[in-house]
């Protein structure tokens, strides 16, 4: 099983209209982190390391109203426990490779390009470097946009008017139209979306995602069951 | 350029978090056997994610979101194509939001 430059090639390619979203975004979270008082560089640093859009603006938000190490790294935690279901995922693929290149492409993992990896996977996508290409692919505009936006300022106005913000929901849209599709997967979209409505009611949007995920998890289990 | 050396701790401790988040749950599978039936499981987390994302979206109820998926959702029928039916998600959203403000 192989984790090939043709499989980097593959996924980066794969994921660029997202890293367009993505590129958005991180001017987005730039302009929002010189507002809270990061300099240049410890806007990018921030966007390079913990490389979290949702994780990103809350910390900075709360940085800005003086909360403590503690509070943030609590609030990464939360906001990124959708993470831990991601990676276990990708555990059937990634473990075919070194663990150097699974930790590797699990430090560029992102919501977007696991969702295309997935997908691919799902399409008959063998090389496991796709992972990487992909995580790359958003990694990368992530950091030179925050550095944009903490540079220039307001060059993009406001960037909702672009809807960019929208791109993740559309492409989200769009591939489970795809994969409703061909797998009839009506038990699954049921119990995800009752899940989802009912925890956005309830909770703060960071576990809406988590939430479903391990519904999801739960619906797959027992139709699993009930096909045997 | 300034980098405060007294952010530096936060900064790391936030993205050592995130690690953990990222790398933890490829690791906790180690320790799992893989059975066709965890298999099945973790196969359905992608569709319930991707609900788990468009859902509050919609429940927000704003018209040009509501329009927008209902546009992708079209388009990704009649064309197949996930790039094309976002980007005419997004265009639809972006007049909507255009055309409300104006």
């Known amino acids: 099983m192989s984790f090939s430059p043709a499989g980097w090639r593959r996924g980066f390619l794969r994921a660029q209209p997202l890293a367009v979203g993505v590129f958005g975004y991180a001017v987005a979270f730039g302009l929002l982190a010189s507002e809270a008082g990061l300099s240049v560089l410890e806007a990018a640093l921030m966007s390079a390391t913990v490389y979290s859009g949702s994780a990103q603006v809350a910390t900075v938000g709360g940085l800005a109203a003086g909360a403590g190490i503690l509070a943030s790294v609590v609030t990464v935690l939360m906001l990124n426990a959708r993470y831990l279901l991601y990676g276990a995922s990708l555990r059937p693929w990634l473990s075919q490779s070194t663990p150097g290149q699974a930790y590797a492409s699990l430090y560029f993992l992102g919501d977007g390009n696991w969702l295309l990896s997935m997908n691919a996977r799902n399409a008959g996508e063998q090389d496991a470097g796709f992972v990487f290409g992909s995580g790359i692919a958003m990694f990368l505009p992530w950091v030179v946009g925050t550095l944009l936006g903490s540079v220039a300022g307001s060059w993009l106005g406001r960037p909702e008017l672009l809807a960019l913000d929208f791109l993740l929901v559309a492409f989200c849209a769009a591939m489970a139209t795809d994969l409703f599709k061909s797998r009839g997967d009506l038990w699954t979209v049921a119990v995800a979306l009752a899940v989802a409505l009912g925890v956005e009611r309830l909770a703060p949007s960071g576990w809406t995602i988590v939430a479903t995920g391990l519904a999801g998890i739960v619906a797959g289990y027992f139709r699993h069951e009930e096909r045997a | ?102």
């Open chain 2, 1 to 102: 350029m300034t980098l405060r050396l007294e952010l530096l701790p936060l900064i790391f401790a936030l993205a050592l978090a995130s690690f953990a988040c990222r790398a933890g749950g490829f690791w906790i599978m180690r320790f799992v056997r893989m059975t066709p039936r965890i298999q099945s499981a973790l196969r359905a987390a992608p569709l319930a994610v991707m609900v788990g994302i468009v859902a509050p979206a919609a429940a927000r109820g704003h018209p040009p979101e509501l329009l927008g998926i209902a546009v992708t959702a079209a388009v990704m029928r009649l064309t197949g194509s996930d790039l094309g039916a976002a980007l005419a998600g997004v265009a639809t959203v972006a007049l909507g939001r255009a055309l409300l403000r104006g």
